[in-house]
Structure formats: structure tokens, C-alpha cells
């Protein structure tokens, strides 16, 4: 029996893989953006004439328009990519075959695949709350118990 939590009932009207692998793909680019929220604060910026500040949302718009076309073209590449080797049958959000695994560290045994998607999709949940935090707490200061200066 597969129990899941859904107040809501939005299982009616989503599928419930579709809305597990969407919060896996959200999850991970919530990882990438807590990730990128401190680098800047912690290890300074790369040496830019456009982009001089190492606070977040103040770096996205002094990004030159140029730079958010060519990130929007890399993206659409990947995507592309990864609904390819999903039509092969491989997966980026949670199947049992993943479609990039360098460091060959996807486990053999089921049990442990489980654990390891478990431990992902938490990972992901926790960074989608503290972006969330991040984002709030630079907009409302004081508003999330967020360090002064993040």
C-alpha cells in the first residue's frame, strides 16, 4: 500500500509521478540556487565588469541581457537532451536506470536505490523551503532567521 500525502486532492487533476518527478527537477534546481545564494558572499565573484555584487537578486539584474539568452539556449539544450535518453527509456527524475551516472554511484540493489531517492527528494524539499527563506528574508528583511549578510 502506497500512502501519500494529499490534503488537497490534487492527485485528482496531477498524476502523482508527474508531480513527484516535478518536484525532484525543482528540488534540485532549489539545491543549485542555495548553493549559488552563498558562493558569491563566501568565495567573492569571478571577475566580471558586468555583474559587481555579490548580492543575488541585485547580480540577476545587472546580468547582461546577452548572458540570460545564451543560459536560455544551454537550458533548452539539456532539456532536449534529457527527453531524449527519456524516450530511450533512462532517467534524470527518479526511474530506475539514470541517464548520467559518472561516478557509477547509483546502487545496484533496489532497497538502496529507494534510500537513495528518499534522501534526494528530502534534500530537494529542504532546499526548496530555504530559497524560499533566502528569497523572503533578502525582500523583507528580518523576516526569515536568516545570518546578516545572506
Known amino acids: 500500500i502506497s500512502l501519500q ?3 488537497l486532492g490534487l492527485s485528482d487533476y496531477v498524476p502523482t509521478d508527474w508531480a513527484r518527478r516535478a518536484e525532484l527537477s525543482n528540488g534540485r534546481s ?3 540556487a542555495t548553493v549559488g545564494w552563498f558562493f558569491p558572499k563566501l568565495f567573492g565573484t569571478f571577475d566580471s565588469t558586468d555583474v559587481t555584487t555579490t548580492d543575488p537578486i541585485d547580480a540577476i539584474l545587472q546580468a547582461d541581457p546577452q548572458w540570460w539568452a545564451q543560459w536560455v539556449v544551454i537550458c ?3 532539456e532536449t537532451w534529457k527527453y531524449k535518453r527519456e524516450l530511450e527509456g533512462k532517467s534524470f527524475l527518479g526511474g530506475d536506470e539514470p541517464a548520467v551516472d559518472y561516478l557509477k554511484l547509483w546502487p545496484a540493489d533496489a532497497a538502496k536505490r529507494e534510500e537513495l531517492k528518499l534522501k534526494e527528494l528530502k534534500n530537494a524539499r529542504l532546499a ?6 533566502l528569497v523572503s528574508n533578502h525582500l523583507l528583511p528580518g ?3 536568516v ?3 545572506f
Open 76 to 78: 533548452g539544450v539539456f
Open 30 to 32: 532549489a539545491m543549485l
Open 143 to 145: 523576516s526569515c532567521p
Open 5 to 7: 500525502f494529499d490534503p
Open 128 to 133: 526548496m523551503i530555504g530559497i524560499a527563506g
Open 147 to 149: 545570518p546578516p549578510g
